[in-house]
């Protein structure tokens, strides 16, 4: 069985997305990208965004 890889850009979330739904609707998508066995990989310039998303993870 063929495995996929999903890539999340985080660079250009802005502080407005971080405050609405949108943490939320992500952190369910890549959840259900999990259970279904496929990778997910992240990519950011900024650090903190990313430490922010793989600790609700």
């Known amino acids: 069985m063929r495995r996929k890889v999903f ?3 985080l660079t250009s ?3 407005k997305d ?3 739904k949108y943490p939320q609707k992500m952190i369910q998508i890549i959840k259900n ?3 279904n066995g496929d990778k997910v990989v992240f990519t950011a310039v900024n650090k903190d965004r990313l430490a ?3 600790s609700r993870l």
């Open 7 to 9: 890539v999340f850009d």
């Open 13 to 15: 979330i802005t502080s």
């Open 18 to 20: 971080m405050s609405d």
């Open 33 to 35: 990208i999990l259970k």
């Open 52 to 54: 922010e998303y793989s």
